[in-house]
């Protein structure tokens, strides 16, 4: 083997290892991206369940004041604005 063949083999080979790693670290990156993704996703169900349960007991506590406060004699108060 000649020099020239052995300095093209050896090039020819670190564009493989360089090509082969390149590969490795794209999909490293595509699993995390996905890892994040999966995480964003989580929470931000998370956060909308959390809201959502507090909305739900703000009505139910309004609720419960209005009822409280409910003579039978009108409408409930919502109704029951005078406007000029």
Request: include cysteine; proline fraction near 1%; glycine fraction near 2%.
């Amino acid at each position: 083997m000649t020099w020239k063949q052995a300095l093209l083999l050896s090039c020819f080979s670190a564009v493989v290892l360089l090509s082969m790693e390149n590969r490795q670290k794209l999909r490293a990156d595509e699993l995390r991206r996905e890892y994040y993704e999966e995480q964003r996703n989580e929470f931000e169900n998370f956060v909308e369940e959390q809201n959502d349960e507090q909305e739900e007991r703000s009505r139910e506590a309004v609720e419960q004041w209005r009822q409280w406060h409910y003579d039978g004699l009108h409408p409930s108060y919502l109704y029951n604005r005078h406007h000029i």
